[in-house]
């Protein structure tokens, strides 16, 4: 059989997009990681054991034959126990049968969300440090990222820098709190601001929520779109993959106007036909059955996950910023030999067994090609006890060593 090759002006080729695409450095990381057989703390796979009655529910849907297409926006009793868990937890009130839309993780919901309500060229406002995943979406469908930097070490927004950066092309900003990579958690006072910016430009707000439920120090999730005015404009996004330690199941969902939502649902059933049936019988029992305490007891054992790594962190010279949110920590990796993050990234791969992933992948270059996280990494803490354990063993005779 003859080999065909692609020719530049033929019509065998990539498209525009996909010759500026790479892997994610955080996959990139997973899989250096298991070449060597390491401790994977570059990649957010969560892999603690989930809870209970999430699994065996899922298990009973599948043996009962729960294994065909759901509705598009997902089954009835997940989206009544989104609609009170919203109600409950975040102060909002959504109509399960017009507001509510399970999706195929909260990428998929993001994804459906940007395609029914953006157009190619239109500007979308993030923050650094970012989520890639969000960047590469917006560069996915020709939408801009313009990136706008929180100021370090709080990640504090910067109302002025967030003003000069909206154009005529804006239409939207995407919020990720708590944040994925830095743990931020936006304040009230932060939101409201944000919010006044929102309505005077007229732009949508699409919120990430993932990591709601892991808030440390007595600080507080707010949805920003439970402030006035913010309602129609914010599309909610969350999901049950960090929460219930279920990421490969891929089950997120969100929450729009009743304007928004049958074409954000559109989207989404022509892209993923819907959610995972069985996975969606397994969240509806987590959020029906799981008591109060669940929620507590995860922040609080996270919060002492995020003490330990921090400190070990600490004693290898490797000085973290202390998140408040999520779990994932960046830390000053100065001291590990590296012309890069990314060559920082793997010399402690191979040095100790530990994937972190380049801070680099969080940060836009600047005119000069200037990157802000060349001296970070972002190490991930979700992991079992022994596991991360057996890091901090690993970091603490590094910092011995000498890094």
């Given at each position: 059989m003859p080999i065909i090759t692609s020719s530049p002006s033929g019509n065998l080729r990539l498209s525009e997009l996909a010759p500026h695409f790479i892997q994610s450095e955080i996959r990139a990381m997973s899989v250096a990681c298991s070449d060597v057989g390491g401790i994977n703390m570059a990649q957010g796979v969560c892999d603690t054991d989930p809870p209970h009655p999430v699994v065996e529910a899922a298990i009973e849907a599948i043996r009962s034959g729960q294994n065909i297409y759901t509705r598009l926006d997902g089954i009835a009793p997940l989206r009544d126990a989104i609609a009170q868990k919203f109600a409950s937890f975040n102060g909002l009130s959504v109509d399960p049968n017009t507001q509510v839309l399970v999706t195929s993780g909260a990428t998929g919901a993001l994804n459906a969300a940007l395609l029914a309500l953006l157009n190619p060229g239109d500007e979308c406002v993030v923050f650094e440090p970012f989520y890639g995943y969000h960047v590469s979406t917006l560069h996915s469908m020709r939408i801009a990222p313009v990136v706008v930097e929180l100021t370090a070490p709080e990640f504090a927004l910067d109302l002025d820098r967030l003003r000069a950066a909206i154009t005529p092309r804006t239409r939207a900003i995407?919020?990720?709190?708590?944040?994925?990579?830095?743990?931020?958690?936006?304040?009230?006072?932060?939101?409201?601001?944000?919010?006044?910016?929102?309505?005077?430009h007229d732009l949508f707000v699409f919120t990430d929520e993932m990591y709601e439920c892991f808030i440390y120090d007595g600080a507080r999730h707010i949805s920003i779109a439970t402030i006035p005015g913010m309602a129609e404009r914010t599309i909610t996004i969350s999901g049950f993959s960090k929460t219930f330690s279920v990421t490969g199941w891929r089950l997120g969902y969100l929450a729009a106007s009743e304007r928004w939502l049958p074409a954000i649902g559109y989207f989404h059933d022509l892209i993923y036909i819907c959610a995972p049936s069985p996975m969606q019988h397994g969240a509806a029992a987590g959020l029906l059955q799981l008591p109060h305490s669940f929620y507590t007891d995860l922040a609080e054992e996270y919060q002492g996950k995020r003490d330990a790594i921090c400190a070990s962190l600490t004693r290898a010279g490797l000085t973290p910023s202390i998140p408040t949110g999520a779990y994932y920590v960046l830390a000053d990796a100065t001291a590990i030999p590296g012309a890069d993050a990314k060559q920082k990234a793997r010399k402690l791969l191979a040095d100790t067994g530990i994937a972190a992933v380049a801070g680099s992948a969080f940060f836009a270059s600047d005119a000069a090609g200037v990157n802000p996280g060349e001296n970070l990494l972002r190490f991930c803490f979700a992991k079992k006890h022994p596991e991360l354990a057996e890091a901090c063993r690993r970091l603490d005779a590094y910092g011995v060593s000498g890094s």
């Open positions: 995407i919020l990720n709190s708590p944040s994925n990579p830095s743990g931020k958690v936006f304040t009230q006072s932060e939101l409201e601001a944000l919010a006044e910016v929102a309505i005077e």
